[in-house]
């Protein structure tokens, strides 16, 4: 056999590398998402999915109230929930793109940081068309169509609506306002946020019969550390109100004074026999002399025990203690 491989045998080789035989499939290659260590996550999954499922709720209210205001169906539902940097946002921004900008109100205090909202022109044209009586047709819009000054405005008309139905999406962790601010119609020419800056992105898709588009939310960090911290609060408030106090209920209560009833038995009398007895006349009982007695506090039996004398006083050694709660009884073994 010869020590040098032929051309042919080195050709053969490579195809067999990178050309593996149909009937030996190649190995499924597992797939690694890339981390960028010079800037770490500071969202948990669990946070993004809280996120997540606050605006699938505003997706929903958001959905009834497009419907009502263009009075046509759209599927409005949440594609992607993600934590990047800012630059990120701003770099796929193009000349001449509207954004719109909201402000969290908490407390009756508005954050200096604003919510940044972006939408896709094909879906608010539509929009548009649809609110003046058309069908909402963009086919034939131009990839750089311009707003003009009666689209700013029905632009802003229809975000600052949208805006003031986000607040409702977190009533199930705090209560909160966004208030709409402004529409800025060259956005790369203002820094609205620090390029560094972390935010979360929340992108929902709109979905007409004819058009579709996006609405794009970006959440800058600061908002959402003052969100999480009022979250924190309500929490702690929560769970203090929900603390357990029976100790020093307890304690208050233990000097207090109860009525006990012993009840030896009972029995049924006419009306007429109740009247006509007399010192000395026995009562059947049905009871035998050394049977328990039942002690009551209020309608309810606590203790059970037999009759007896203490001291020249008429008493009751308790023998049987009832738990209420449970229907159950212990045994005093004493």
């Known amino acids: 056999m010869a020590d040098v491989l032929s051309q042919a045998q080195i050709d053969a080789l490579i195809n067999a590398q990178f050309n593996p035989e149909p009937n030996q499939p190649a190995e499924p290659k597992e797939k ?46 949440v594609d992607s929930v993600d934590e990047q940097r800012y630059f990120e946002f701003s770099n796929a921004l193009l000349e001449g793109e509207v954004v719109s900008l909201a402000y969290l109100r908490l407390e009756g205090e508005r954050e200096d940081t604003p919510v940044i909202i972006l939408a896709s022109p094909s879906v608010m044209i539509s929009m548009f068309d649809r609110l003046m009586g058309g069908l909402g047709d ?15 405005a029905l632009y802003q008309h229809l975000i600052s609506d949208f805006v003031s139905l986000m607040g409702g999406s977190w009533e199930n962790y705090v209560h909160l306002d966004f208030e709409f601010g402004r529409v800025e119609t060259n956005p790369t020419l203002v820094q609205i946020i620090g390029v560094e800056e972390t935010v979360v992105m929340i992108s929902i898709n709109i979905k007409f019969s004819n058009t579709s588009g996006r609405l794009d939310i970006c959440m800058p960090d600061e908002v959402l550390t003052t969100i999480f911290t009022a979250i924190s609060k309500r929490n702690a408030a929560l769970r203090k109100q929900l603390e357990d106090h029976s100790d020093e209920i307890y304690y208050h209560l233990s000097d207090s004074t109860l009525e006990i009833t012993a009840e030896l038995g009972r029995a049924t009398l006419r009306l007429r026999d109740l009247y006509n007895l007399n010192v000395g006349d026995v009562i059947d009982m049905n009871m035998k002399k050394d049977s328990a007695v039942s002690l009551r506090i209020g309608d309810k039996q606590w203790f059970s025990g037999l009759m007896g004398m203490d001291d020249k006083h008429v008493a009751v050694k308790i023998q049987d203690v009832y738990h209420i709660e449970g229907g159950s009884k212990q045994e005093d073994e004493q």
């Open 32 to 77: 690694y998402q890339k981390y960028d260590f010079r800037s770490p996550r500071k969202y948990t999954k669990e946070r993004l999915k809280m996120i997540n499922g606050v605006f699938d709720n505003f997706s929903k209210v958001l959905n009834t109230r497009i419907n009502g205001l263009v009075h046509a169906n759209c599927e409005v539902e």
């Open 138 to 152: 963009v086919s034939d819009l131009p990839a750089d169509y311009a707003y003009t000054n009666v689209d700013l």
